[in-house]
């Protein structure tokens, strides 16, 4: 039990370099799970379950508002960037510095220190999130105990470079596929050509214009691109089939029918003879209209952003919660050899969340 | 040598049988060329001269004109359709009984029939053209000894179901690629989209109109075809590379260089960062003003038409020589499992040039 001990009361820096120093690759989540789970339940303020290998930790003191504070456990695979390393700029490097263990440890430290929050709190811990969504960990726990995952806000850990990312855009990708007739390339005209009837696809594509929609104060920014294309049977024959797949990035103002009636309407007239939808997860409205939201960045002192990519601040939204990303590292060092955070900004995003969790 | 050898003296359907009896697949044809040769060296009218296992016969009268008569003695992979047989309705089943071992029997026939022809003739049997075309042993006795193939007039003994084809089409095979900038898709404008750059390249090719010249007297048509596009990283990079293959049939009227030249014209303006030509043969003009071709053509009592695929006709054509096809079989029924040659077309076609080159 010593070995896989988490000493809640150590800095959350310090906190960080143990969790770190634990692997905890996607699908290999379990000895963390389980001393995470160990470390909690020693907190008599909290009840705690758990799913698999996701720990859910719970006040009920009857606060007239509940905020949830969740984080992924797992990291993307090692890369000989484990056990973790501070250099003498006060700079911790290893596998999950960033993504995510410094706001597991935020998470972990706010739950041991703060026993009488003014919001009821919510402590998600989850697996598999760097892999297959239908793999994911939250998911899992919103679809098995949705009541778990109940709150009037969430805030995800996620590096975010200490400032809030609110809400998230839609991704919906579509197979649009053309036909032909086949043909030998010397008697052409005895064919029809799949690829140059998917001329027009590309050229409504090259000249979308797409929408840039102010939601709750941030500017978000849609984007309609082709993400692959493909055809031809051999050098000497008419293909037959062509098939342009589109990715369409859309501001959380549209549902998943809007969006998908959009792209049918971007295309309308094309000869398109199969319109198939092959991935599609909706955005997530910022929710900063909310009270707890509004104290939340007033705490912080973070300056709203919004978030483009997809994140699991999507699966609060679906459950009703509204959610923001805020964490200590930057975003762009996620999933790099060189992984790192600042020590520094760990114990700060923690001080900032206690004033906002006990002002 | 009984078992190897070939009764030119039998009628040519059952010259054609024997030959399909013979298996010369490609890369195997050295018994059947050792027969040929063999045969051809009883003929005291011909000199006879070997390349690897191409053979070629010669006249030497002095004659103003020399015509050749050229057929390759290869076939594609056997498919249990050797040996041949004949059916009730004097139908010639088996592989190559078409392409083309119905015209080297034609071939063998004049050559031992006709020993005072009106013009001087060179027989030419050649391996491997079903096959890489590096390979192809035309193209090696052309290289190695031009001087044998040097002629007014050459009709290749191709199946052409009795009928003239007049030179044939050039294909220009060019990859057109357009270049871009990576970029993650929920941050689009970061990057710079290759697919939607290809989209010009689409749109000229759709709205292309070919050329349909009439060059003596035949018309041809032509065709620029996209037959391959192909571009795409991962469903959520935007793309920053996509290549189109066009193949680019042209009339004989074009040089190889003025064909390059045109597909640059039609793309011109397109952002294309490289223009690779893939592969190139040039066509060859039919030649049917030709005094040689003329008499061919009254001879053989057939309607001359255009030939738009690649054939070995351009080889000839390289060499100066204008060439048509002319053979017994249909061409539709090459490289079938179900080839067949009606019997009676075989000593037709044998009489109709027997009557060119003695009347």
Redesign the interface.
């Known amino acids: 039990m010593a070995e896989t001990e988490l000493d809640l009361a150590s800095d959350a820096a310090d906190l960080t370099a143990r969790l770190v120093d634990f692997p905890s690759e996607s699908g290999n989540e379990k000895p963390l799970a389980d001393a995470i789970e160990a470390a909690l339940r020693t907190l008599p303020h909290l009840t705690v379950d758990r799913h698999g290998n996701n720990v859910v930790a719970r006040t009920h003191l009857g606060r007239p508002e509940r905020v949830v504070l969740a984080g992924h456990i797992d990291t993307v695979p090692i890369a000989g960037n484990v056990p973790s390393r501070l250099d003498e700029e006060g700079v911790l490097w290893g596998c999950g510095t960033c993504d995510m263990k410094s706001g597991v440890a935020v998470q972990l430290r706010i739950a041991a220190t703060v026993p009488e929050p003014n919001r009821d709190l919510t402590f998600v811990f989850y697996d598999n999130e760097e892999v297959d969504a239908r793999l994911n960990g939250l998911g899992h726990v919103a679809e098995a105990h949705p009541d778990w995952l109940a709150g009037d806000f969430a805030v995800l850990l996620e590096p975010s470079d200490g400032e809030v990312e609110g809400g998230c855009?839609g991704?919906l990708?579509v197979k649009l596929r053309t036909t032909g007739e086949r043909a030998?390339?010397?008697?052409?005209?005895m064919g029809a050509?799949a690829?140059?009837?998917?001329?027009p696809i590309?050229?409504r594509?090259?000249a979308y214009e797409?929408r840039r929609p102010v939601i709750d104060g941030l500017e978000y920014?849609e984007?309609l691109?082709?993400?692959?294309?493909?055809?031809?049977?051999?050098?000497?024959?008419?293909?037959d089939a062509?098939t342009?797949?589109v990715?369409f990035?859309y501001a959380p103002d549209r549902s998943e029918e809007e969006a998908v009636a959009h792209v049918r309407e971007v295309f309308e007239g094309c000869p398109i003879d199969e319109f198939v939808i092959?991935?599609h997860s909706p955005g997530a409205l910022p929710g900063l209209s909310h009270p707890a939201a509004r104290a939340f960045i007033e705490a912080v002192g973070g300056v709203a952003r919004p978030k483009?990519?997809?994140t699991d601040v999507s699966r609060f939204s679906a459950l009703g919660v509204p959610a923001v990303n805020y964490g200590p590292g930057n975003p762009l060092l996620a999933h790099k050899r060189d992984e790192r955070v600042l020590a520094s900004k760990i114990p700060d995003a923690e001080r900032r969340l206690r004033e906002w969790l006990t002002g």
């Open positions: 855009q991704t990708r030998h390339s010397a008697r052409s005209w050509n690829i140059h009837a998917a001329a590309l050229e594509l090259a797409p920014h984007g691109n082709a993400v692959a294309v493909e055809g031809g049977v051999a050098g000497n024959v008419i293909p062509c342009v797949t990715n990035r092959d991935d483009f990519g997809w």
